[in-house]
């Protein structure tokens, strides 16, 4: 079997996905996404710069990154002449005993004082990682190429290092992290070569990019698996599994007295009620709390925002504004065409919010707030009018989490508008792809990207106001 250093960092982030990377047909896998391709992009184009900067005289083998036996041929015939610098260089190393080919790609090799099988030198791996932060998997795939040079050119590289989306170098010493890299190996080892497929969990944050999102949806659904019950998070699924719960019936209907000591009461009465509700296909509410905003006020604003945050600009205000008499609407699309008119749109927002001053402001999630507070400092807007706007906040996230239990997988606005037969007109499309779409507007120039985005943009206002209708009718009949 051959890992790669890929496959052992598909391993670190879900064992899943490793072993469906293995032994399933990629033509299985979702489409790429648009998302992922800008992502990707930017670390290409962040390792450019890096290497114009500061290696520009870096070698790289000449074979295909496919022939890897002869890449790897190449790589040493390069450290055999001691360059000092080599560019995706393949290392590998054959462990027979164990019945593998250990393959990696580390960005570059470094040539720095020492003895090695090939002279009074020696190498050392570097990364150049997009991230901010020096995460563990980063370090561990660091480790992983360390392990591999020191089989390669027959002496100890004692450490790695990465160089991280600021240009900060980052040196990952072995000696802590070399015993972490064994055990994680043997387990990555153990999984793909004993090929037995691992059970799925569905963690959104961590499948909603993954390539297999759509299969394992699949089979998450097919079994009715605990892991689609909001709140059911790794290890509380373990603990149900150890008690002997392993679907929505059995949890619904398990007795809090077994449950609670482990889970504790109110983490019990949470996931329980969310059972009974799914399975029973209808709303339950969980506590009487009322929002004193939550009423039906003569003018009711709906709320959202697209962000870049690579450029770090707010570019659409969406405001769906509403009379409640009439029915009559209207949705302002306050949007930048350039990062630059961020300030402008501030200014029309408050302009067109100042005009209903008593006009609740309903949105869905902390962001909104947290980025009116952000372009009110930016943009020096006076604090008491900052205050009074805040007083006029809504978040419908918050009221719905801790007023109503309903039968859905998550609580995402998304999937809370489905289930009140609210259907966006672009179905499948999320933030994500507004960013990208904002990103081809800006190279392009193209006004179908941000006819793309205002439609998306307005269906979430939309159906933030859906969600509030129903909200106030469920509450009010439920207290009378
Ligand atoms: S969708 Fe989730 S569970 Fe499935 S392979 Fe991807 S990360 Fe793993």
Redesign the pocket.
């Known amino acids: 079997m051959l890992l790669t250093d890929g496959l052992f960092l598909d391993h670190r982030?879900?064992?899943?996905?490793a072993?469906?990377n293995l032994y399933k047909s990629h033509s299985e896998q979702d489409p790429e996404r648009g998302f992922l391709l800008k992502l990707r992009q930017e670390s290409v184009n962040h390792l450019a710069y890096v290497l114009e900067h500061f290696y520009p005289h870096a070698i790289q083998p000449t074979s295909k990154h496919q022939d890897f036996y002869l890449r790897s041929v190449e790589t040493e015939t390069l450290m055999k002449e001691g360059l000092d610098c080599i560019h995706n260089g393949a290392l590998l190393f054959e462990e027979p005993s164990r019945g593998v080919t250990l393959l990696g790609n580390p960005h570059l090799l470094i040539k720095t004082a020492g003895k090695s099988r090939f002279g009074d030198w020696a190498y050392f791996p570097i990364n150049i990682q997009l991230g901010r932060r020096p995460k563990p998997e980063y370090k561990l795939i660091a480790s992983f190429h360390a392990y591999l040079l020191t089989k390669v050119q027959g002496s100890r590289a004692d450490y790695a290092q990465m160089i991280l989306r600021r240009h900060n170098l980052y040196t990952v010493y072995l000696t802590d992290w070399m015993p972490r890299l064994e055990k994680a190996l043997a387990q990555c080892l153990t999984l793909l070569l004993v090929s037995s497929e691992?059970e799925?969990?569905?963690?959104r944050q961590?499948?909603s990019l993954?390539?297999?999102?759509s299969?394992?949806?699949t089979?998450?659904q097919a079994e009715q698996h605990l892991s689609l019950v909001p709140g059911v998070t790794p290890s509380r699924y373990q603990s149900l599994q150890s008690l002997g719960i392993s679907t929505l019936a059995s949890l619904a209907d398990a007795s809090p007295s077994l449950l609670n000591p482990v889970l504790g009461f109110e983490t019990v009465s949470g996931l329980q009620l969310q059972a009974q509700s799914i399975l029973e296909k209808r709303a339950l509410i969980k506590s009487n709390y009322f929002h004193p905003q939550l009423i039906t006020a003569p003018w009711e604003f709906y709320f959202d925002i697209e962000a870049e945050p690579e450029l770090d600009v707010e570019y659409l205000l969406g405001v769906l504004l509403i009379n409640t008499k009439t029915k009559e609407q209207r949705y302002y699309a306050l949007f930048a065409e350039q990062p630059e008119q961020e300030a402008l749109i501030w200014s029309e927002f408050l302009e067109i919010i100042n005009q209903f001053p008593t006009a609740p402001i309903f949105h869905y999630s902390e962001y909104e707030v947290e980025t009116i507070k952000k372009l009110a400092h930016r943009y020096l807007t006076p604090t008491c009018l900052l205050e009074s706007l805040l007083n006029r906040f809504v978040d419908l996230h918050y009221q719905v989490t801790h007023s109503v239990i309903m039968p859905v997988e998550s609580y995402s606005l998304k999937s809370l508008g489905n289930w009140l037969g609210f259907y966006w007109r672009d179905p499948g499309i999320s933030g994500d792809q507004c960013v990208c779409w904002y990103d081809n507007w800006l190279k392009t120039g193209e006004r179908s990207f941000i006819d793309s985005i205002l439609r998306y943009n307005e269906d979430d206002c939309q159906a933030t106001y859906r969600l509030k209708q129903w909200l106030l009718e469920f509450l009010t009949a439920v207290k009378n």
């Not at 799925?200 to 963690?203: K, Q, T």
């Not at 993954?210 to 999102?213: F, G, L, R, S, V």
């Open positions: 982030r879900c064992e899943r996905r072993f469906l691992p799925v969990f569905i963690s961590r499948c993954c390539h297999w999102y299969h394992c949806y089979v998450a």
